[in-house]
């Protein structure tokens, strides 16, 4: 038999680009009379400050070249979006901001937030609206998982410890195949998605190396380890 499931497909396709989008989709907010272009896609212009304002939220781990990427792959999807003619409701902007809100630790409220974060409820709705049509996006254009029973027991026998029980690791191992088939569909619609836009680099030092997939691959690496690891 063969596992499909419309949520599990949901659920990894957004890990993939949440990730990328929503970290720092506050970023670029603030205006750029000042600042330099650090590159272009199809026209519209990435400054260096949303790269360096990108550097201050991230962990250290990405190198400036990689967090560019990031941006370009953003600016990217929002236009295949916009190309795709998806629409998005203001009853779906809101249950997001209304989920949002109630991760929000310590007591903090929505108005505290935008407020921290130097953006008004217009402007947090319009980002919210993108993230959105991205994920609907991806949902299109991403073909839905399969992964066989075949699949499954080949993974066990090549990958688990024997002791492992199978049936006790078939739902782990069923869901690890459907997020690598995920990633493997979503890595290979972003690079073709850069291989036909027209990109531009004017930041000395910076290139386009789609590093996120680089990325993504050692993730399927380190998770692989953990399943070897049990």
């Given at each position: 038999?063969?596992?499909?499931?419309?949520?599990?497909?949901?659920?990894?396709?957004?890990?993939?680009?949440?990730?990328?989008?929503?970290?720092?989709?506050?970023?670029?907010?603030?205006?750029?009379?000042?600042?330099?272009?650090?590159?272009?896609?199809?026209?519209?212009?990435?400054?260096?400050?949303?790269?360096?304002?990108?550097?201050?939220?991230?962990?250290?781990?990405?190198?400036?070249?990689?967090?560019?990427?990031?941006?370009?792959?953003?600016?990217?999807?929002?236009?295949?979006?916009?190309?795709?003619?998806?629409?998005?409701?203001?009853?779906?902007?809101?249950?997001?901001?209304?989920?949002?809100?109630?991760?929000?630790?310590?007591?903090?409220?929505?108005?505290?937030?935008?407020?921290?974060?130097?953006?008004?409820?217009?402007?947090?709705?319009?980002?919210?609206?993108?993230?959105i049509a991205i994920m609907n996006l991806i949902?299109?254009?991403?073909?839905?998982?399969?992964?066989?029973?075949?699949?499954?027991?080949?993974?066990?026998?090549?990958?688990?410890?024997?002791?492992?029980?199978?049936?006790?690791?078939?739902?782990?191992?069923?869901?690890?195949?459907?997020?690598?088939?995920?990633?493997?569909?979503?890595?290979?619609?972003?690079?073709?998605?850069?291989?036909?836009?027209?990109?531009?680099?004017?930041?000395?030092?910076?290139?386009?190396?789609?590093?996120?997939?680089?990325?993504?691959?050692?993730?399927?690496?380190?998770?692989?380890?953990?399943?070897?690891?049990?």
């Amino acid at each position: 038999c063969k596992i499909t499931g419309r949520k599990n497909r949901i659920l990894l396709v957004s890990a993939v680009v949440l990730v990328v989008i929503i970290a720092f989709s506050l970023f670029r907010a603030f205006g750029h009379e000042k600042d330099s272009v650090a590159a272009s896609v199809n026209g519209e212009k990435i400054y260096t400050s949303d790269i360096n304002r990108m550097i201050q939220w991230s962990d250290g781990t990405a190198t400036r070249s990689e967090l560019l990427d990031s941006l370009i792959t953003e600016v990217l999807l929002f236009q295949e979006a916009e190309k795709a003619g998806i629409v998005v409701s203001d009853s779906e902007v809101q249950e997001s901001i209304d989920a949002f809100e109630s991760t929000l630790s310590g007591g903090e409220t929505l108005e505290k937030f935008m407020q921290d974060s130097g953006v008004d409820i217009d402007y947090l709705k319009q980002r919210v609206r993108k993230n959105i049509a991205i994920m609907n996006l991806i949902e299109r254009a991403v073909p839905e998982a399969e992964v066989s029973d075949e699949e499954i027991i080949e993974f066990f026998i090549y990958n688990i410890d024997g002791e492992e029980d199978f049936e006790e690791m078939y739902d782990q191992i069923k869901m690890f195949l459907l997020w690598q088939k995920q990633q493997e569909s979503l890595m290979g619609y972003i690079s073709n998605l850069h291989q036909e836009a027209d990109v531009r680099i004017f930041e000395t030092g910076s290139a386009t190396g789609l590093v996120g997939l680089d990325r993504e691959t050692s993730s399927q690496r380190a998770m692989l380890a953990s399943f070897q690891d049990t």
